[in-house]
T-cell receptor, first 116, second 113 residues
């Protein structure tokens, strides 16, 4: 049973470019959340997708956008990259139970994005 | 607003020592969940425990134990007889009614042989 898989594992971009990160949730999961983890910090919530719609969003600018596909996989897009966007981007999946605090998140190993 | 504070940035111990990682949280929600995750160098966050706000019983799982005290808003994590493989960054996290997880900044634990 595959867990949460993310691609690519590492990525180097330059300022102003755009990037797309991909996530496949754990088998049986239908909800995907994205987190940004800067060096030496805890992960910060970016947004969550369920039923192909953004359900909740953290304090991130509109440059950060996402998408969820019918097979529950998800993409995170970041436009006009800034140096400060350099971070580990983590994807987490869960199964919607109708009660938010029952969610148990499973995390992928992340995509390390470096912006030069 | 919800907040998680892990005051210990780094801890270094010698193998077989006991070590406690501190976590203090703030929330106005009456129903919430507290978590501990382990992040090895590979980057993946590994789930260790989830505890709801109505269950203050301490929990033990092998060498791991957790002490939840609502009176002091703390959810501390103790590793007994630490091992080199326990070396990692450990995160405490809080999930209230807003669904998202709020993480602390993490404590880097190094267990030396």
């Amino acid at each position: 049973d595959a867990g949460v898989t993310q691609s690519p594992t590492h990525l180097i971009k330059t300022r102003g470019q755009q990037v797309t990160l991909r996530c496949s949730p754990k088998s049986g999961h239908d909800t995907v959340s994205w987190y940004q983890q800067a060096l030496g910090q805890g992960p910060q919530f970016i947004f969550q997708y369920y039923e192909e719609e953004e359900r909740q969003r953290g304090n991130f600018p509109d440059r950060f956008s996402g998408h969820q596909f019918p097979n529950y996989s998800s993409e995170l897009n970041v436009n006009a990259l800034l140096l400060g966007d350099s971070a580990l981007y983590l994807c987490a999946s869960s199964l919607e139970t109708g009660h938010a605090t029952n969610e148990k998140l499973f995390f992928g190993s992340g995509t390390q994005l470096s912006v030069l | 607003a919800q907040k998680v504070t892990q005051a210990q940035t780094e801890i270094s111990v010698v193998e077989k020592e006991d070590v406690t990682l501190d976590c203090v949280y703030e929330t106005r929600d009456t129903t919430y969940y507290l978590f501990w995750y382990k992040q090895p160098p590979s980057g993946e966050l590994v789930f260790l425990i989830r505890r709801n706000s109505f269950d203050e019983q301490n929990e033990i799982s092998g060498r791991y134990s957790w002490n939840f005290q609502k009176s002091t808003s703390s959810f501390n994590f103790t590793i007994t007889a630490s091992q080199v493989v326990d070396s990692a960054v450990y995160f405490c996290a809080l999930q209230g009614g807003s669904e998202k997880l709020v993480f602390g900044k993490g404590t880097k634990l190094t267990v030396n042989p």
